[in-house]
Each structure stands twice: as C-alpha cells, then as structure tokens.
C-alpha cells in the first residue's frame, strides 16, 4: 500500500537495481519512533539512504528538497 502522505509512511522499500533493470535486493526502513510524523525527519532518512530515485504517491516541494 502507498501511503497518501509521504511524512506519515509507514515504512519505505529499498530497491536496489542493476544497469540491467534486474532487482539485486530488497529490503523495508521502517519510519519508527522519532521520524514517523516529524516536521523534516522522514525527508533527512529518505536523504541518508542516498536514492537515486524517490517514487512516491503525494509529497510537497519542501519535502523534495530535503530529501536531496
């Protein structure tokens, strides 16, 4: 399920692709504790796990920002 509110996911999944397309590995960050509904904090975990792309339902510019 895709949460509606990027700073209220429950979790994100962590995909790593080859230059091939093919999936190398897969894995869950769950937004707990101090980040789930934190003004900023889900968009500086989202910035330390460096992705190269960010597929997400709705988020605001701000938060696009942070998250680079």
């Known amino acids: 399920m895709v949460s509606d509110h990027f700073g209220r996911a429950l979790s994100f999944v962590v995909v790593d692709v080859s230059e091939k397309g093919?999936?190398?590995s897969m894995r869950e960050e769950r937004n707990v504790g101090e980040h789930f509904g934190g003004m900023g904090k889900v968009?500086?975990?989202v910035a330390r796990l460096s992705p190269?792309?960010?597929?997400?339902?709705?988020?605001?510019k701000k938060e696009v920002n942070a998250c680079r």
């Open 43 to 45: 968009a500086e975990l």
């Open 22 to 24: 093919e999936i190398l």
């Open 52 to 60: 190269d792309i960010l597929i997400v339902k709705g988020i605001e």
